[in-house]
C-alpha cells in the first residue's frame, strides 16, 4: 500500500535536498507521416511536430513550456507521458531508458506519470459518475486504497476543492473550472511523481484560471510532484513555473530559471513574445516602457521548415550564416547557469523600450504610415 496522499513533513524533508534529474529527454523527435498520391496513398512528406528536443526535469520541479501555437508543445506533452510513440531519440525516466518500451514495460511507472488534458468538456466520460471517473485509474492499477476507494476518491474531491459528497453526479453537473478540478483529483489518484499539464486552464473563462493554476501551485508544493507545465500564456507560466524554456516549430530555442528568461532573454524570439505580454500599471507615466515587437507572417509550416535556424525567416538580425548553419542550444556569456540560448546573434540581455520599434509587417507599416501622414 501506498503511503498517504498528504505528507507535508516528510516532502519538506525530501525539499531541502539537492533536486535530482525525474525525466530526461535528448534529441527528441516525432514526424507524423503525410499520405498522397492516387490510387495508392503512400507517403509524401512529414510534419516535423518535434525535431530534436533536448530538456530536463527535477524531482519536485515546475518546468514551464512555452510557445505559440502549432510549435509542438502538445505533442511534447504526449511523448514524454508515452501517448504517443517517439519517431527518434531518448526519454529516460529516473534512469530507466522508456523511449520505446511495451505496454506490459510501462505498466510499472504508468502510475508515477500523470496528465492533466487541456479540454475539461472533452477529457472526462459523460456516462461515468466523478467517483467512477477518479476511481478508475486505481481501479486500471489494482490500488485498495485503505479504507477503501471510495473514501479515497472522497478525499481527493476535498483536496481540490469539491464537496465529497459530489461523489455520484455526471460532469455535465459541474462548471469548466469544477470539470478541470476533477480531472486534477484523477491525475492525483495514483500519487505520480511527474504531472504533465498541457494548458490546463486555456479552456476556462479568465476570472476560474487563477484558482485552478493556484490549486496545482498547491499541489505541486505541498505534494513534491513536478509539474510539465505546457502553455502559451506568458503570464501565467511566469507566476508558476521555477524554469522556462521557449519553443518555436518543433524545437526548444532558449531556456533557463524563470528570472533570467523574463528579465534577460537573449534570443530574438524570446524578446518577440515578451514584448507581446500586456502590462497593466496604476502609474503608467511612471512605468518604464518595453520594447514592441510584432512579426510578419506566421509559423512556416512544419512539413518543410527553414533551414539553419527556423526562425530566421521572420527574425530582424538573421543573415547568411543564419540559413546555412543551425545554431546549437549552448551558454552564452554574461548568461547564469543554466541559461541557453540557440541563436548566432542574440540580442542584448534587457525587454528595455528601443530607439525605434521592430516592426516586420508590410501591411502594419503601411497601415501606421496612413495614420501619421
Known sequence: MKEDLVLPAARGAAADAPPEPLLEVSGLVKHFPVKGGFPVKRTVGAVQAVDGLDLTVHAGESFGLVGESGCGKSTTGRLITRLLEPTGGTITYRGRDISHATRRQLAPIRSEIQMIFQDPYSSLNPRQTVGKIISGPMEINDIDPEGGREKRVRELLEIVGLNPEHYNRFPHEFSGGQRQRIGVARALALEPKLIVADEPVSALDVSIQAQVVNLLQKVQRELGIAFVFIAHDLAIVRHFSQRVAVMYLGKIIEVG???????????????????????VTLAPDEAPRRERIRLAGDVPSPISPPSGCRFRTRCWKAQDRCATEEPPLVRLSGNRDGHLTACHFPEEPSTGARAEDIVLDPALTALEGERTD
Not at 528568461?261 to 500586456?278: E, G, K, N, W
Request: without cysteine; charged residues 25%.
Open 257 to 279: 530559471d524563470r528570472d533570467s528568461i523574463y528579465a534577460r532573454p537573449r534570443h530574438p524570439y524570446t524578446h518577440a513574445l515578451l514584448s507581446a505580454v500586456p502590462e
